[in-house]
């Protein structure tokens, strides 16, 4: 299993290659932020979309063939030569595309129907991961309507019913009480709201914590990690209504740091995929992981086999690499040789729906204002539910629009969406007004501890208490700060670190290791020290340097290297519980796991001898 990291690449094409025809299948927000992304590639010389929507003709060649019509969408592939096919949604994935067209030799991107069965079934999709150790929510699968009701009776609420199968976004419902529960369940398999795809039914336990989208390139050994995102599923600001296929999304999503993206690689993705391969179900395409992170702990709610949608609308606003090779590598088995280039600024997806959505709601309703917003730098309109009628734009889906916008900050990008949208109007037009407002909380709230390092290469080091502070949800900020080469920087950081909020100091230093002390000198916060092992002395040299303060000027010492670390933001914990009730009863908690972590062990031993 190879990982890369995020870097750029850089690929130079031939003049003299052919150009290639594309086919995307699919008539949505997710598609036409495909096409404009495809129609960027050096490669290709023509696009093709069947059905596509209005937006999409403004860059493709749109064609009337259903996304599902697999015989017909085959037969125009065949007649056009088309080089390569991108699948948007996940119903033809689900009925077998891929090895439809593959056994005609034609290439295309997608995975497979086996594989794809990791999203059309949830059940499969549970069953794998309890296998395979991937963490999620405890449930189980039911086919009998009574059944179900009996189990549903037992548990505790919240509780969670999801229909097994497709059911465009919407077959998932959060149920807070018992008759609720009960409901959902009468809906999916009774009344048959969703179709074939309530014949099962999964019901499981309520997680909590904050929701985040993460999306990959795979071509069934190599993962190649697109930015993190987050979606807002539910119809109506705060997350009130009922789930919608999505009303918006955007990308960075704080919720996860560079700690829980190689955690979510690592125990996710990576094993996802290569738990496919074991399964003979080899794993191309886009694989894309719902997930929920409570603190330190993740757990998968859902797996999609394809790119999300609102998702993929910022995303491949964030993408500068050409997505056209990158394609035809996770088809071949060469992704290894990839790496993704990226726009460094954020991007925000506000969806615009129609009146009703996700209920019934109208159709051909004009829609005003799209040519004013053609003007505005970095912002683009990708259509989802639109068509022409003679030379108007006009509504024709749930989903109408899914007005994009990247800014060098995500409040930026959120103010020139929202820009945006105010000049877009159509009769009974609604939209979420706070698309984003998790990661604006996220990155308002102070930092309660700062993380201060003497060089770049004391991070392995301090990430140690990044990682307890994580795992008790306590803000904090790290960074790079010389005693010796920038000491005005470490003088600022630790003068005005209590005006900005910070209870505590952290700072760890190899050598001479001053940093503490300097830090110290210059705030009455507590600063903890971190002797980095950096010296031939094996760090014993920034132990003494660090225990050996001057009168009045205090430095509580902790062990040297990782472990040390470890302890610094252990303490930092124990220090913000004095006033904290929150924290004081999570660290009497887990004392209490250390302490049966040792009982086990010492279990485990003595049934061994």
């Not at 191309?284 to 409570?294: E, F, N, P, T």
Request: charged share 25%.
């Amino acid at each position: 299993m190879h990982y890369r990291q995020v870097e750029p690449v850089i690929a130079y094409y031939s003049k003299e290659v052919r150009k290639m025809k594309v086919l995307v299948i699919g008539s949505g927000g997710r598609e036409h932020a495909l096409v404009w992304k495809i129609a960027q590639s050096p490669k290709v010389d023509q696009v093709f979309c069947a059905p596509g929507n209005a937006g999409i003709a403004d860059l493709a060649t749109c064609i009337p063939i259903d996304s599902e019509d697999i015989d017909e969408l085959l037969g125009f592939a065949k007649k056009e030569a088309i080089d390569l096919t991108v699948v948007g949604p996940e119903g033809p994935l689900s009925r077998g595309i891929v090895d439809i067209f593959e056994k005609q030799g034609l290439k295309i991107f997608g995975a497979s129907k086996k594989a794809a069965e990791l999203e059309s079934s949830k059940s499969f999709a549970k069953n794998l991961m309890n296998k395979y150790h991937i963490q999620t929510a405890e449930g189980r699968s039911f086919t009998h309507y009574e059944k179900a009701k009996a189990y549903l009776k037992k548990q505790q609420t919240p509780i969670v019913v999801k229909a097994d199968g497709l059911a465009a976004g919407k077959g998932v419902m959060v149920c807070r009480t018992l008759d609720e529960a009960l409901s959902a369940l009468e809906r999916i398999m009774i009344d048959l709201e969703f179709g074939e795809a309530g014949r099962k039914v999964v019901i499981e336990a309520c997680l909590t914590g904050e929701e985040a989208s993460f999306l990959a390139f795979t071509d069934g050994k190599t993962v190649l990690p697109l930015p993190t995102s987050q979606d807002h599923k539910r119809v109506y600001d705060r997350d009130e209504g009922p789930n919608t296929g999505g009303m918006g999304a955007y990308s960075p999503a704080p919720v996860i740091d560079s700690y829980l993206h190689q955690r979510i690689m690592d125990t996710v993705m990576i094993p996802t995929v290569r738990a496919m391969a074991q399964e003979g179900r080899p794993y191309k395409g886009v694989l894309y992981a719902g997930l929920m992170i409570d603190n330190d702990r993740i757990h998968v709610l859902e797996f999609n086999g394809r790119f999300g949608d609102p998702e993929a609308q910022p995303l491949m606003m964030r993408l500068k690499s050409d997505i056209v090779p990158i394609m035809e590598a996770a088809i071949d088995g060469r992704l290894h040789e990839f790496k993704l280039e990226l726009d460094d600024r954020a991007a925000i997806c506000v969806v615009m729906a129609s009146g009703g959505y996700p209920g019934a709601y109208s159709k051909g309703l004009p829609i005003k204002g799209l040519s004013k917003v053609k003007k505005i730098k970095n912002v683009v309109v990708f259509h989802a539910g639109t068509t022409r009628q003679e030379n108007t734009v006009v509504t024709h889906g749930g989903r109408v629009l899914g007005v994009t916008a990247l800014g060098d900050t995500i409040k930026d990008a959120i103010i020139s969406a929202y820009k945006a949208v105010s000049m877009i109007s159509w009769e009974k037009v609604h939209y979420r007004h706070d698309i984003g407002y998790r990661a604006m909380k996220r990155l308002e709230t102070p930092a309660h501890v700062g993380i201060v390092m003497g060089s770049d290469s004391d991070l392995p080091v301090m990430e140690e208490a990044a990682i307890i502070l994580r795992k008790f949800g306590v803000s904090y900020e790290i960074t790079i700060a010389s005693a010796h080469r920038s000491p005005e920087r470490a003088m600022f950081f630790a003068s005005s670190a209590s005006k900005r909020g910070m209870k505590v100091i952290i700072a760890g230093a190899g050598h001479a290791a001053h940093l503490a002390g300097v830090m110290a000198a210059h705030t009455t916060l507590p600063v903890i020290g971190v002797p980095i092992d950096s010296s031939c002395l094996q760090g014993l040299d920034s132990l003494l340097s660090t225990v050996q303060m001057p009168p009045g000027v205090p430095v509580a010492t902790v062990s040297i290297g990782k472990s040390g670390g470890k302890n610094a933001g252990l303490l930092a914990v124990q220090i913000l519980a004095l006033s904290d009730i929150r924290l004081a009863a999570m660290l009497e908690a887990y004392k209490l796991e250390l302490s049966q972590q040792v009982e086990e062990k010492a279990r485990q031993i003595y049934q061994h001898f």
